[in-house]
């Protein structure tokens, strides 16, 4: 079976490499197009190389730690290797997906100006290009060491034992990916709305100059940030889900006591993913149309096609490998394949100017910014419920379908596999999510190129549905999140068992409930040091971008240029410092909890984190979906359109959701994760050295 | 013992009743004062009697659904009264606070034009009148009960099963005083921002003109919300707290095999309270200078001396009915006492403008609102940390004294005594929250009279510190609420023991699991709802306050008075109207949850809702209380002062923060401890009818 899981993997990368080239064939456009479309990738690329800088920094303490504990004893040999490959791939899987964005841009502009389909298919394409590295290379990276650690490594165990090594190993591997995925999704995410509200504060509300236009000093940092927050940072994070929930997977059937065959479904369901996910792929085509609902309707043909083939293909899967005794296995894996299918719906009433949520908030913007804030955060708040039951729903049914409690280890094994059920789409969901970036990309290439209106609303109509892509895109991401961390931490609760500690699970041991509160409190620590991290960041660029204005005369007439680079640069410098706090506090706080308070205070804080982070992560990012949008209805020509009061007090909500759906919302997917691995990998350290 | 305890039940009452006395025979000022007075004491009537019906009607459905149960055999006959007692002394605790603060107001006024020592003496004694009778007839009826069950109704029983039955049948009573308590809070809490809100938006915003001025029509609006949301909110809402966590530590206590002993010290605890916050009461004075840490140090040495005087002398009552070998008890309370009294100083450093956290919120106003909100909701999300630490520490900390891993029921006990510890101090810190309103109207009373500039000092700076002790006070409420709270689910776990449930309480077990995420998702869900309650009604308020700026002529030149009878009125049945979603999702989700997802799930839900309702309430408070005094500090002239940029922006800040601090935060101190409370009253009826 593994060498099919092997060849699936092979044939996304190879995809994705078809994919690419088929991309770079695309006209560019004229010189002007191709000359901005140059300096973002530019200034993508000295981001990702200081961000490169920062994260070897980093793994190189983090080596040296791991590699002290190996030689104490509480870590194998293989971890400090699984944990620099965890990294290096997902560093990569980031970077090619930031690289065709940035290349995709000006050619999804120049397809645009002759067709809506053109644009929409370059567009898309390149997001499929980061899709099915993603999904291709952790496959392959799971893949090529479960083939070393079983036909090598521990090939003189007996299959039993093999296993549990092998699971054990693997899932240090998922603490480099995880680390990277830190550093891009938040360096990321802190650098895209340090850019975006800086360069709004300054242009749109200080010169009344419109959105992406060149005279704004700060509007290629802006375009860049795009490409490295929405891009790059979406990448790691969900190929760290995706290796997660894989390998946690891994571990719980053997747990589970399902043996090789356990460990293989999660494979052959991946691979499985892929090819039907290429499939998918094909059915994205659109007319001339350039309704929202239609094209929404084209990018959606490509998703539930490949879950419908998921749907009946992985029947046969579990049949052959587990047998029909465990037919509850194929229910699970429906159960998040519908979960993840939800969770997008919701995301999306709650999130697009189509529903009543977001045209209240738009209503309320008329009587002033006050009510436009509090609207948006009662929205936000509600908009928690669907998620929250749809998780709860598919945890109560994956983990009854598998075993149910008379089986407990089962059905947890269940609760896992519905976590790669759900993730088993994400070749295609994530081209979907990378697509937005690009077409806000190609439609700022197209302002500032001053093309004609006909090719600015056929990138309009792109990039507004970029925006409910992205907002779905984070539902999934999150709803995925949180399965595949309620998986880590039951591969957690199993590691403690393995190393003979005798611990209590119950929810009234005060150490667990302890944690319980200050895992429930991080989420709001973490968010908060995000949104003071983008705000510090900004206000830099505000001062420098006020300062050309003063300095650089002509700028406003358009006589001379404002000077891109040195805004970029700031960003840049400012993203990663301000990140710091942030990645210390995801690595610290489990362990320090850990040696203080022990391990069942470890186990409540992950559940505690879990809970609230992803209720506040839904929160936030629709909340802040939905101020965008409300925004936008308002500038189609609602409540007296652009430049009302109406849409001065939505472009307040707007500033104030960015952070919000960029930043902090989805940093919390890889705090609830990275805090879950974190623990995994130090279990025996921290089990050896408890206070309690 | 007990005898001593009713004792000082009566004592407390009668203080009160002495305190109150002597404020009515202080002089009520001038005509024009006695007249606003009066027109505040009936619109705060006006909106007591509606809420009483609603009460009422609510009372009547509960009471017949209590009384079906009774006759199915789920519950003993004495619940149905306990029900009403716990509702009847929580709803006259909240008048009689309500009652006197109406009447103190225009007294504290014509006191502070003579002197601000007398101010302060009269403002102050009026929230002690509310303090006093809070913690007197919650002490009152606590006791009447016991000797009623003690002596007369299970007599017959032997000690072990009488105190079984009797702590039982007890717990129900907290019912009664919590769903007062829900309707006090939500329904005052919507009332007094409504109109607040509404006030500012027209008023100050519109119309430009200040606080407090009498040509704005929802004035004598704003001002009667101060008393029935701050005043017999809070006041309903400590009963509650208090009654509770004296009732759960005597279950507790049964559960811990302490027996009689066991369940007297929370009794005699909360007498020695009683005393000695009457003997801290006299330490409250101040000299002639408005300088707010001196005042605030006046206030203090009344907390403080209390403190002391229980940290000493409660050694003698754990001893005396313990014994020597229960020493841990002592430690436990002291924990509880030193815990509260941190939060209320980690509330102090986070919201006042001494601090840099309200300066930097200050400071980010000159950018624009969106940055004071952003910095507003970092700084508050950050203020979470200590609180949450404080709280684990002390629910570790009592467990470890009290009992320890080596005897968990003791070790719980001990938990329940922390929160009794905690409370104990309850009659001289709700006079220093009650207080706060008082001055406030009391400002309002002077700016409306026009008096001269000296006075108006006196009250500003009364006022102010009222501020700052509401903040504290809702730091404390909300601490203890927590303590209280897992008091109630450790009560709740006990029930389900005793009705022969097998239960799993592991936090892996997916009901709990799945309930967790619910629970946690419960305090988004609420906030949102009030949130959205408040701006309902606030907008009916600023359509007819602008109604009668338009019909009535001559209102902005002074020559007519606005229709302040008619705002009253809209509030009063916007807030009854809107209160019910809130009502009803706290009573429902407990009892659905439990039935469909059995009782592993209402846990796991309560311990969610805890946990992170906690976080949210303590977020909203403070996030709310330092944009309002990031006002002030603008206002008192830093960074442009009154009416600059700043200032706009800051007045936004503001507003958020209003709803955010006296909606929809307190209000979630009521949600986890009646969600806590209706699953108890509930169990043996979900036990027999779960479907899982």
């Known amino acids: 079976m593994i060498e099919y899981v092997f060849l699936a993997s092979l044939v996304s990368i190879g995809f994705a490499l078809y994919l690419r080239r088929s991309i770079l064939k695309q006209d560019e456009g004229n010189e002007a ?22 994260v070897a920094y980093f793994f190189i303490a983090v ?18 290797f699984a944990f620099l490959t965890g990294g290096f791939f997902s560093l990569l899987s980031g970077y090619l997906g930031m690289n065709i964005a940035t290349r995709a841009n000006a050619r999804t502009a120049a397809g645009a100006s002759r067709s809506l389909n053109r644009g929409l298919r370059i567009a898309f394409s390149s997001g499929a290009v980061m899709g099915f590295f993603v999904v291709g290379l952790g496959l392959l990276d799971i893949t090529a060491w479960f083939v070393f650690l079983n036909y090598f490594a521990f090939s003189s165990l007996d299959i039993a034992a093999r296993m549990q090594a092998i699971t054990s190993a693997m899932l240090t591997f998922g603490m480099g990916a995880s680390s990277v995925a830190l550093f891009a999704r938040v360096g990321g995410g802190i650098y895209t709305k340090a850019a975006d509200v800086g360069a709004d504060l300054v242009g749109k509300i200080e010169k009344g100059i419109p959105e992406d236009d060149e005279r704004n000093p700060a509007v290629i940092a802006d375009l860049v940030g795009d490409n490295v927050g929405d891009v790059a940072g979406m ?21 589970a006591g399902l ?31 350039a309704d929202q609902s239609v094209l929404l309707m084209a990018l959606r043909k490509g998703v539930f096609g490949a879950a419908a083939i998921i749907a009946v293909l992985s029947y046969f899967i579990v049949v052959s490998i587990l047998g029909r005794a465990h037919i509850g296995i194929y229910f699970a894996i429906l159960t998040g394949l519908v979960g993840g299918i939800l969770i997008g719906l919701s995301t999306e009433y709650f999130t697009t100017g189509k529903y009543r949520p977001t045209r209240s908030i738009a209503e309320s913007a008329q009587a002033s910014p006050a009510t436009v804030i509090l609207s948006g955060i009662s929205i936000g708040m509600m908009s928690t419920v669907f998620p929250v039951i749809i998780v709860s729903a598919s945890i109560m049914l994956s983990f009854a379908f598998a075993g149910g409690l008379g089986s407990l280890q089962l059905g947890i094994y269940g609760i896992g596999v519905a976590a790669v059920g759900m993730l088993s789409t994400l070749g295609i969901t994530l081209s979907m999510d990378a697509y937005g970036p690009v077409a806000d990309n190609a439609g700022g290439i197209i302002e500032m190129t001053g093309q004609n209106s006909t090719t600015r609303k056929r990138t309009d109509a792109l990039d507004a549905l970029g925006n409910t892509t992205a907002a779905t895109g984070k539902g999934f991401a999150i709803g995925s999140a949180a399965l595949t961390a309620l998986a880590l931490v039951a591969a957690y609760v199993e590691q403690i068992h393995l190393l003979g500690k005798e611990i209590s699970l119950s929810i009234m041991d005060p150490r667990m409930t302890a944690g319980l509160f200050i895992g429930a409190m991080l989420p709001f620590l973490f968010s908060s040091l995000a949104i003071r991290a983008v705000s510090r960041a900004a206000f830099k660029v505000v001062f420098e971008a006020r300062d050309q204005f003063r300095r650089i005369k002509g700028i406003m007439k358009g006589g001379s240029k404002p000077k891109y680079g040195r805004i970029v640069d700031i960003v840049t410098k400012a993203a990663q410092l301000e990140m710091i706090p942030c990645a210390l506090l995801a690595i610290i706080a489990p362990i320090a909890v850990g040696l203080i308070m022990g391990v069942e205070a470890v186990i409540g804080l992950l559940m505690g984190s879990l809970a609230s982070g992803f209720v506040v992560a839904v929160f936030m990012a629709n909340a802040g979906g939905s101020w965008d949008n409300a925004k936008k209805w308002i500038e189609d020509g609602h409540f007296g359109g652009k430049l009302s009061q109406a849409h001065k007090a939505a472009v307040i909500g707007d500033t104030i959701g960015d952070p919000f759906k960029d930043t902090a919302g989805p940093s ?23 206070l309690v």
Chains 1, 2 share one sequence.
């Open 668 to 690: 919390l997917n890889i705090l609830i994760k990275l805090m879950s691995i974190v623990s995994i990998v130090f279990a025996s350290f921290i089990v050896a050295y408890a």
């Open 235 to 255: 990448g790691a994070d969900l190929y760290e889900s995706y290796v997660g929930s894989i390998i946690a997977t891994m571990a719980l059937a053997v747990a």
């Open 63 to 80: 080596e040296a730690i791991l590699i002290t504990l190996v030689y104490f004893r509480y870590l194998t040999i293989f971890v400090p």
């Open 259 to 289: 043996g090789l065959g356990g460990v293989t479904v999660p494979l052959a369901l991946a691979a499985l993913g892929i090819i039907a996910s290429i499939i998918g792929t094909f059915l994205v085509r659109s007319g001339e149309e």
């Open 33 to 54: 197009m191709k000359r901005i479309s140059a300096a973002i990738r530019e200034g993508a690329e000295a981001f990702l190389r200081r961000q490169y800088r920062t």
